[in-house]
C-alpha cells in the first residue's frame, strides 16, 4: 500500500485554468506538507498543515490554496495558473515527534 | 528564505570510486537531514543528524555534521549504480518544515 499518495501524477492545463492536486496519506500523520520541485530540481517548501495550524510560506502566492477535509488528506488548489506554476509538486506527511518526512510520487504540472 | 548551499551541484564518478557532497549554511544549524531521491522519483530520507561533531554511517554513506554547526557532508565509498540520484541537506526549522538545500546532482558510470 502506498502510504502518501497524490493524484494526478501528470497534469497538463493552459493558463488561466483552476486545478487541484489530491493527497492522501494512510501513515496517520497528523502534520502534511507540500513542496514545489522546479525544472532546476529547487525543492521549496509552500505550506505545512496540521488540524490546528496551517503554516505558509510568505513567497507562495496566493492563487495557491491549501484545503484539508480531514487528517489523511491536504489538497492543493491553484486558481488563475500561470507558466512559472509549472513544476513538480510533492506532499509529504510526519508524525508529530518524529523528524523524517514521507513524499508522495508527485505530480507534475505543465502549464502551457 | 534561508538557503543551503550544496557543492558540487553535480558529479560525475566512475563506479567504485568514493563520492562527497558538502552542505554550507551561513547561519548555524539546528540539525540536518539527508534525502536522496533517484531520478524520476520523490525524496526519501536518510538520516538527521542533530549534534555539533557528529558522524553517523549507513553501510557505505557517511554523515558528518560540522562542529560549527554550519555544515555538512555525505561521503560514499565505493560508489555503484544504485547510488545515482540526487542527495539533498535540509534543514527542519522550529515550525517543523523543512528547507531543502540545491541538492548535488550524482551519475555514476558503469
Known amino acids: 500500500d502506498t502510504a502518501v499518495s497524490q493524484t494526478p501524477k501528470y497534469l497538463v492545463t493552459q493558463m488561466g485554468n483552476d486545478k487541484s492536486i489530491k493527497c492522501e496519506q494512510n501513515?496517520?500523520?497528523?502534520?502534511m506538507y507540500w513542496y514545489k520541485q522546479d525544472s532546476k530540481k529547487f525543492l521549496k517548501i509552500m505550506f505545512s498543515?496540521?488540524?490546528?495550524?496551517?503554516?505558509i510560506n510568505e513567497t507562495v502566492p496566493n492563487r495557491f490554496s491549501p484545503k484539508s477535509p480531514d487528517k489523511a488528506h491536504l489538497n492543493l488548489h491553484i486558481n488563475s495558473l500561470e507558466l512559472g506554476d509549472s513544476a513538480v509538486y510533492f506532499c509529504?506527511?510526519?508524525?508529530?515527534?518524529?523528524?523524517?518526512?514521507?513524499f508522495g510520487p508527485g505530480t507534475r504540472l505543465t502549464v502551457t | 528564505g534561508q538557503q543551503v548551499m550544496q557543492i558540487p551541484q553535480y558529479q560525475h564518478v566512475q563506479e567504485g570510486e568514493d563520492f562527497t557532497t558538502y552542505c554550507n549554511s551561513s547561519?548555524?544549524?539546528?540539525?540536518i537531514q539527508w534525502y536522496k531521491q533517484r531520478p524520476g522519483g520523490h525524496p526519501v530520507f536518510l538520516i538527521q543528524?542533530?549534534?555539533?561533531?557528529e558522524v553517523k554511517k549507513q553501510k557505505r554513506l557517511t554523515f558528518q555534521f560540522g562542529e560549527a554547526k554550519k555544515n555538512s557532508s555525505l561521503h560514499i565509498t565505493a560508489t555503484q549504480t544504485t547510488d545515482v540520484g540526487t542527495y539533498f541537506c535540509?534543514?527542519?526549522?522550529?515550525?517543523?518544515?523543512?528547507?531543502f538545500g540545491t541538492g548535488t546532482r550524482l551519475t555514476v558510470i558503469p
Open positions: 543528524l542533530v549534534k555539533s561533531g
Open positions: 509529504a506527511s510526519r508524525v508529530r515527534g518524529a523528524y523524517e518526512q514521507y
Open positions: 547561519t548555524t544549524l539546528s540539525n
Open positions: 498543515y496540521n488540524n490546528k495550524e496551517l503554516i
Open positions: 501513515l496517520g500523520h497528523d502534520t
Open positions: 535540509a534543514e527542519q526549522t522550529g515550525a517543523n518544515n523543512l528547507f
